[in-house]
């Protein structure tokens, strides 16, 4: 009789433990959403917002007699890459939070040592690159007109906040092949292949930004016309180069490393 009390006993206080909260998201499911949460984010904006970028600083005296929809070649191009990026991003930040049931995984109040963990980093840095990303069509509505004397500075704070934007991407990117190994078929190859195309997005930017210079300068002490215009064509050649080179190197990265996330268990 004892016994069968002390049965009832253990039988009633275990009755009421909470019982252990089961996840709505299969694992199987959780990774299919979290590969499209990486490759949305990786094409977004390695391939699409550096392609828009470049076609904003370099090509705008591309074809300037050809203007589709009254609209000049480079606008088209910064502004469809742009909302194609938009549209990636909105589809990357949707699966992530899918995958997790809706919960915040950045820093947060009383979040203790999670704060400065990999997984906060990434997840703070990602987010403000999504915000920026989508304020930056809202203040170019605020823009003046281009023979408005306050027109410099809209375009260097477009230029600087965009700027920032990449660079919060680059570092969840990073971060993310650095630190979540299990989500790619080899981390290494991975973060190799992310490093290699930073430094040659960085390089890409110097000597486009070396030959503008230069080339300026020696449009200023420029009186021929005829020499002046093929000054001019020589630099778009150059800086056309540099763009459609970056945009099929950054696609290749892409394809590769979006290869290492998809075929990852």
Not at 112 to 125: L, M, R, W
Not at 158 to 168: N, Q
Request: with cysteine.
């Amino acid at each position: 009789m004892a016994a069968l009390m002390n049965e009832n006993v253990v039988k009633t206080t275990n009755s009421t433990e909470k019982p252990a909260a089961v996840s709505g998201i299969s694992p199987s499911t959780k990774s299919l959403l979290t590969k499209f949460h990486g490759i949305a984010f990786l094409f977004a904006w390695f391939f699409c917002v550096s392609t828009a970028v470049f076609s904003a600083r370099y090509l705008r005296d591309l074809a300037p007699n050809v203007q589709p929809f009254g609209i000049r070649i480079w606008y088209h191009i910064h502004r469809t890459f742009n909302l194609i990026a938009a549209t990636l991003m909105i589809i990357g930040l949707t699966t992530i939070l899918i995958a997790h049931e809706w919960r915040w995984l950045g820093p947060k109040i009383g979040g203790g040592s999670k704060n400065t963990s990999a997984t906060a980093y990434h997840s703070i840095c990602g987010l403000l690159s999504v915000i920026i990303a989508w304020l930056q069509p809202f203040n170019a509505l605020l823009r003046c007109a281009p023979s408005n004397p306050n027109r410099i500075y809209f375009n260097w704070f477009h230029r600087i906040f965009g700027g920032i934007g990449w660079i919060l991407a680059a570092i969840a990117i990073v971060l993310a092949c650095n630190n979540f190994g299990k989500h790619f078929t080899d981390s290494q190859a991975a973060l190799s292949l992310i490093s290699s195309f930073l430094g040659f997005c960085g390089a890409s930017i110097i000597i486009a930004e070396i030959f503008k210079i230069v080339n300026s300068r020696k449009f200023e002490h420029s009186n021929n016309n005829s020499n002046f215009k093929q000054k001019r064509s020589f630099l778009l050649k150059i800086h056309s180069y540099i763009t459609v080179i970056l945009a099929g190197v950054s696609f290749i990265i892409c394809i590769i490393v979006a290869t290492l996330i998809a075929n990852s268990k």
